[in-house]
T-cell receptor, first 115, second 114 residues
Framework: NAGVMQNPRHLVRRRGQEARLRCSPM?????VYWYRQLPEEGLKFMVY????????ESGMPKERFSAEFPKEGPSILRIQQVVRGDSAAYFC?????????????FGQGTRLTVV | AQSVTQLDSQVPVFEEAPVELRCNYS??????LFWYVQYPNQGLQLLLK??????LVKGINGFEAEFNKSQTSFHLRKPSVHISDTAEYFC????????????FGQGTELSVKP
């Protein structure tokens, strides 16, 4: 059973370009969470999705950021018109249930560098 | 609102010494508590979790943590560390009615020296 797969592992974008980060959850998991880790900081929650639904996006910046988890295929975190401050590690986690006592499994992250 | 504070950003220790990584949380509702470890350029791996029952929780790699409700703490301990324990450690809480999302502390960098 493969773990949570994120790709790419490293992504370099110029200011103003779009970044697309992909997350394939573990088999059987229908709940996906995205977190951002800025340099020297802990992980900050961004968004929680179930298949085809955004459940909680309270941590998403109001502009330029969007997320989806379609019926088929991976979850996508999209950042439009990237700026230097978007440089960070973005982690995806998945769980079989969206409850507080269920372990979430993390991917290895995508490290975005904006130049 | 909930918050998690890890009191030490860096903890240097010598190999085979004991270590304690401190974590305090703030919440007006019930929470579940977790410790994760992150090795360089890797994702997070669950070390242990407290859901209910015994307040002393044992995890992988010889780590354990004790939940103290009165002090709102969940400190992580290991009686004898190895070089391979060098990593970043994160304390986190999940909150009822928030669908399993985690609130993380700032992390503690454990550096084990020979």
């Amino acid at each position: 059973n493969a773990g949570v797969m994120q790709n790419p592992r490293h992504l370099v974008r110029r200011r103003g370009q779009e970044a697309r980060l992909r997350c394939s959850p573990m088999k059987g998991h229908s709940h996906v969470y995205w977190y951002r880790q800025l340099p020297e900081e802990g992980l900050k929650f961004m968004v929680y999705l179930q298949k085809e639904n955004i459940i909680d996006e309270s941590g998403m910046p109001k502009e330029r950021f969007s997320a989806e988890f379609p019926k088929e295929g991976p979850s996508i975190l999209r950042i439009q018109q990237v700026v230097r401050g978007d440089s960070a590690a973005y982690f995806c986690a998945s769980s079989p249930q969206g409850s507080m006592n269920t372990e979430a499994f993390f991917g290895q992250g995508t490290r975005l560098t904006v130049v | 609102a909930q918050s998690v504070t890890q009191l030490d950003s860096q903890v240097p220790v010598f190999e085979e010494a004991p270590v304690e990584l401190r974590c305090n949380y703030s919440s007006s509702v019930s929470v579940y508590l977790f410790w994760y470890v992150q090795y360089p350029n890797q994702g997070l791996q669950l070390l242990l979790k407290y859901l209910s029952g015994s307040t002393l929780v044992k995890g992988i790699n010889g780590f354990e943590a004790e939940f103290n409700k009165s002090q709102t703490s969940f400190h992580l301990r290991k009686p004898s560390v190895h070089i391979s324990d060098t990593a970043e450690y994160f304390c986190a809480v999940s909150v009822s009615n928030q669908g399993g999302k985690l609130i993380f502390g700032q992390g503690t960098e454990l550096s084990v020296k020979p």
